[in-house]
């Protein structure tokens, strides 16, 4: 029986295709490193002069699926206004890499590296719970890149490894990779009802079929997850960004619940705005996306918006 996933990817490569006018293409960031880049037609036509006139929006996906499958609808709502990109992250869709570093820090380098070879001067991160990870971290490294963010479902790194020793460390990344890394059809069908507000039933068939697709690569995922730092009192210190954050949340979260994304809000600073979405679960752009893209409609043209002196 063939894989519902694997079977839909063509027509979804069509789709994104026709209705947003982005086609796949691998970059080579460094000998043994490739990301797969979504981007423009024109900007991947070798033959093509024409140049980025349009603010550039990157979106980047979570820990359980690709590029593709995550921002399916929401490449083509932005499309028309920006000049959108969304990438595989290492060891995500047709993302891999020989480097053994397996830090935020390394996938922000390869994003900021692929971006500019496109010619990319200044974006907007758009950041969805692991992506919103990377996105942070290539906001600190890269400020003249990023100029401002949206966040979804997420938490910002320490740059430290965690307080409290290995014995706490082992503790959280046994009980994520158990989450985040199933073994199981009911670990995944747990996965995929945690992290759905309105979709809480799955045919054992799709639950299957999307572990066999979504988890290649796992030792490569878990160690991206022993890579990742955090502490028990990284939520007191203050956030050293420069960008404008919107935190764009499902009010029903309960991976990273309401009360996660007010922290990170409070961390932030003044400089951060926070909107939820109701009746909407972690996968709120999955959930509700219509009102997930005009949420981000907004929050990106009050960005762009003209500014008048006083």
């Known amino acids: 029986m063939m894989n519902v996933f694997a ?37 991947v036509d070798e033959n093509s002069k024409k140049k980025i006139t349009k603010p550039v929006v990157l979106l980047l996906h979570g820990f359980c699926a690709d590029g593709l499958l995550t ?10 206004d920006y000049t959108v990109f969304f ?4 060891f995500f869709g047709d993302s891999i890499s020989d480097n053994p570093d397996r830090s935020t820090s390394f996938q922000a380098e390869c994003l900021a590296k692929g971006l ?45 490894p965690a307080a409290g020793g290995d014995s706490w460390k082992n503790e959280r990344l046994a009980r994520w990779s158990h989450f985040l890394l199933p073994e199981t059809t009911s670990g995944g069908r747990k996965l995929l009802k945690f992290g759905s507000h ?30 990742l730092y955090f502490s028990d009192d990284d ?46 679960g972690h996968l709120v752009q999955m959930d509700r996306p219509l009102l997930y893209n005009s949420c981000l409609k907004q929050i990106l043209a009050s960005f762009y918006a003209p500014t008048t002196s006083p």
């Not at 921002?71 to 028309?80: D, E, G, R, Y």
């Not at 200044?122 to 890149?145: D, E, H, I, Q, R």
């Not at 309105?198 to 878990?222: G, I």
Request: proline share 5%; hydrophobic share 50%; net charge negative.
């Open 7 to 43: 079977t839909t990817k063509p027509f979804g490569t069509l789709m994104m295709k026709l209705l947003a006018g982005l086609v796949p293409k691998k970059v080579e960031i460094e000998p043994g490193t490739i990301m797969n880049f979504w981007a423009p037609m024109e900007l």
């Open 71 to 80: 921002w399916f609808f929401q490449a083509p709502a932005l499309a028309t």
């Open 87 to 90: 990438a595989d992250l290492l």
């Open 116 to 160: 500019r070879m496109f010619g990319v001067e200044k974006c907007t991160v758009v950041g969805f719970s692991y992506g919103g990870m990377v996105g942070f971290k290539m906001a600190k490294l890269f400020p003249n890149l990023v100029d401002s963010m949206v966040v979804t479902g997420t938490v910002m790194e320490s740059d430290e």
């Open 198 to 227: 309105r979709f809480q039933w799955f045919p054992d068939f799709v639950v299957s079929d999307f572990l066999e697709v979504m988890y290649e690569h796992k030792k490569e995922k878990r160690q991206l997850l022993e890579a």
């Open 235 to 280: 939520d007191f210190k203050p956030a050293n960004l420069t960008q404008r954050v919107h935190l764009l949340w499902g009010a029903n979260d309960r991976i990273l619940s309401l009360e996660v994304a007010h922290s990170l809000k409070t961390k932030l600073g003044d400089k951060a705005q926070l909107i939820w979405i109701e009746d909407a």
